[in-house]
């Protein structure tokens, strides 16, 4: 008699490549590596239905680095393939990976159709704020002031905030997180997998070699309960170590601000719930910098519709039953033809 058996579940490891992980020794994407097995593992992902596409800086060496189908390719244009590989085979799962400079910068275009188009595709934007490849330029996402070696008397660019950025690209799936974050990290990944439509997470992620620290005054240990603020639908604004702290709109201006729970009449009823669903509310909050606010963490926008893949075959379906078939030959023959003497 045969016994049916339940196949083996994959664990993380068995998402791992056996190619060599060459970063930096300390590198946030080791990390970030380790969250998206963690993810895939946690999903039960096929690898044979999952693909990941990559452009050209350290985040785009992830291809090599999974046990799944994978293109490494130009700068700037891993949104552009993975949107040419969605709408060939929709049953894919299709995961996009980039860094600041590869996505913001001379892709800034691509990911911008990529997140309007609302393509059913996870972004993974890596922002370390330095272009860590080519050796420590400053980056679309680095802070004014940021000495390297293409601004040595520093940065007077205003850059770019990510998040913000895939608000105003009419992203309809918009998160946060950190490299660090192990606890957090798989399952924010998880939840970008599971919307429908384009998901866009940025990750920030620390260079250890050009850029190190730049995140630590909220991503440290001793500093995470004040630096941020998580975001979770339905939930209070609160954040500090003993949660007295929130997020309030003064009335009067009509901007964010922090408060204290308890000084100035100040009570609970006071702070803003998070409506992952308002726009307007996600880009204040994805707006948010320190020293004067946290930095706000999790799912700040989510509100689903129908994704660009799912318009293309239902539009191409709907012809199809409004148009007979036409035999080759009487096709080549239809229309404005000429015959040659």
């Known amino acids: 008699m045969n016994v049916q ?11 791992a490549s056996d190619q060599e992980v060459r970063w930096c020794p300390g590198c946030g994407d080791y990390a970030i590596v380790n969250a998206v097995k963690k993810a895939l593992a946690n999903m039960q992902a096929d690898p ?48 996009v990976i980039g860094g600041d400079g590869d996505m913001l910068s001379i892709g800034g275009n691509h990911t911008l159709h990529v997140l309007r188009r609302n393509i059913d595709v996870q972004v993974l934007l890596f922002n370390n704020e330095i272009y ?27 850059p770019i905030s990510a998040c913000v950025y895939a608000l105003g690209c009419n ?35 620390n260079c250890i070699v050009y850029n190190d620290g730049v995140f630590s005054s909220f991503t440290d240990k001793a500093n995470v309960a004040d630096g941020q603020v998580k975001c979770e639908h339905g939930k209070p604004l609160l954040f500090g170590k003993e949660s007295d702290k929130g997020i309030r709109l003064n ?15 100040v009570t609970e009823e ?3 719930v998070h409506d992952e669903t308002s726009r307007p509310l996600a880009l204040m909050l994805a707006g948010m910098q320190p020293p004067n606010f946290p930095v706000a963490v999790g799912v700040i926008f989510r509100d689903p519709g129908l994704s660009f893949n799912e318009s293309v075959y239902d539009q191409i379906n709907e012809i199809k039953d409004k148009t007979p078939a036409i035999p080759v030959n009487e096709l080549m023959h239809k229309g404005k033809t000429w015959t040659v003497v």
Request: aromatic content about 8%; glycine content about 10%; proline content about 7%.
């Open 132 to 158: 860590g490849l080519t050796k420590g330029q400053y980056s679309p996402t680095s802070k004014v002031g940021t000495r390297s070696p293409s601004t040595p008397a520093g940065s007077v660019d205003a």
């Open 270 to 272: 006071d702070i803003l």
């Open 48 to 95: 044979k239905n999952t693909v990941f596409i990559s452009g050209i800086g350290c985040a785009a060496r992830f291809p090599y680095y999974l046990k799944t189908f994978g293109f490494h390719t130009i700068h700037g244009r891993a949104p552009a393939v993975a949107t040419g590989v969605k709408l060939s085979n929709p049953d894919l799962d299709v995961w």
């Open 5 to 15: 058996t339940a196949p083996e579940k994959l664990k993380p490891n068995d998402y």
């Open 171 to 205: 992203a309809r799936f918009v998160a946060r997180s950190h490299d660090t974050n192990a606890k957090v990290l798989p399952g924010l990944l998880q939840e970008a997998k599971e919307h429908k439509g384009a998901s866009f997470v940025e990750i920030l992620q």
């Open 251 to 265: 009335p009067t201006t009509m901007e964010l601000e922090v408060v204290t729970i308890g000084e100035n009449g």
